[in-house]
């Protein structure tokens, strides 16, 4: 099964600065169809999770531009360019390669 | 207006059953694949089922499989989550997501609306 590791498990941002979060998985999430099946969500406190990007990088619809997707293979990096309040939450990767998807164990953001 | 509204959660001895509801409004849902994930509480994120629009195929997480059987009613824009012979480890949010559009990519994790969740707690 594939597994993939967050890090770190807590972050305090200030506002205005940016913002990174790892996800490693255990396998490569690159398809034969090019494409990348990596996906972000954020939970924020008391609510359901909501959806960030997906494909690696493409933002949903609606997503603030300030967050993006980067990385390759195994590697991957949520950035948040300048952080805001509203930005606080659990962040949670999780992968499509592979039935059933695998979540990472997700990140919690505060704020300064 | 999307909205995805989950119901039939409670508390339920080891061993019994329960049917969980997702009822959907807003959008076109025998064109979307369906999933459900849950949480324990204080936890992170555990997929736990899907299915295309037509009800083709069906997959399952290894934790629930042989107990939970997904299925929904296009007619009735519903989706359900029969949950048998539960047990303590089963206690979590469960949300309803909507999946993608396109029916060879039914079982991504593509979920760009969740319910409000509803708590399934099995203990005696």
């Known amino acids: 099964d594939v597994v993939l590791t967050q890090t770190p498990l807590s972050l305090a941002v200030t506002p205005g600065q940016p913002a990174s979060i790892s996800c490693k998985s255990s396998?490569?999430?690159?398809?034969?169809?090019?494409?990348?099946?990596l996906y972000w969500y954020v939970q924020r406190p008391g609510q359901s999770p909501q959806p960030l990007i997906y494909?690696?990088?493409r933002r949903f619809s609606g997503v603030p531009d300030r967050f993006s997707g980067s990385g390759s293979g195994t590697n991957f990096t949520l950035t948040i360019s300048r952080a805001e309040t509203e930005d606080v939450g659990i962040y949670y990767c999780?992968?499509?390669?592979?039935?059933?998807?695998?979540f990472g164990g997700g990140t919690k953001v505060e704020i300064k | 207006e999307v909205q995805l509204v989950e119901s039939g959660g409670g508390l339920v001895q080891p061993g019994r059953s329960l049917r969980l509801s997702c009822a959907v409004s807003?959008?076109?849902?025998?064109?979307?694949?369906m999933h459900w994930v849950r949480q324990v509480p204080g936890k992170g994120l555990e997929w736990v089922s899907g299915?295309?629009?037509?009800?083709?195929?069906?997959a399952y997480a290894d934790s629930v499989r042989g107990r939970f059987t997904i299925s929904r009613d296009n007619a009735q824009n519903s989706l359900y989550l029969q949950m048998d012979n539960l047990r303590p480890e089963d206690t979590a949010f469960y949300y309803c997501?909507?999946?993608?559009?396109?029916?060879?990519?039914?079982?991504?994790?593509?979920?760009?609306?969740w319910g409000q969740g509803t708590l399934v707690t099995v203990s005696s």
């Open positions: 299915i295309p629009w037509n009800s083709g195929l069906v």
């Open positions: 999780v992968e499509g390669i592979h039935l059933p998807p695998a």
């Open positions: 494909e690696l990088s």
């Open positions: 997501a909507r999946g993608p559009l396109y029916y060879n990519d039914w079982f991504l994790p593509h979920f760009d609306f």
């Open positions: 396998q490569s999430l690159l398809h034969t169809n090019g494409k990348t099946y």
């Open positions: 807003g959008f076109s849902f025998d064109d979307y694949a």
